[in-house]
């Protein structure tokens, strides 16, 4: 399942990529060069950027979906729990500390 909608996630990235470049922007976009003209005249100008950006909008949303549908499928490891964790920690904290004993300095430089 985890594998799944990290590949439909992919999916609907490269889709959203290919529809922002189809959109007709101020330069005139990718649509009219690769003959999207002919899809706007099926359906008329207007109508062509209503679905190119319900498009941008649904894939958005699917990528969002998707990225925490992994976030609850993603598989468990078997790393160390955090309560064995802080149970070492409190051990470590009560245990006794010794004192550090000291050794007599003793001057070894010549005079």
Do not use: C, H
Request: glycine share 8%.
């Amino acid at each position: 399942m985890y594998v799944l909608f990290i590949s439909l996630a992919i999916v609907s990235a490269i889709l959203l990529v290919l529809v922002v470049l189809a959109q007709n922007s101020k330069g005139g976009g990718l649509s009219s060069q690769f003959g999207g003209s002919g899809a706007s005249n099926l359906i008329g100008v207007k109508k062509t950027g209503d679905v190119l950006e319900r498009l941008t909008w649904g894939f958005a949303i699917a990528i969002i979906v998707f990225s925490l549908a992994t976030n609850f499928t993603a598989p468990t490891t078997n790393a160390i729990p955090t309560d064995e964790i802080m149970e070492r920690a409190k051990q470590q904290q009560s245990a006794p500390v010794a004192p550090a004993q000291t050794t007599p300095k003793t001057d070894t430089t010549k005079k």
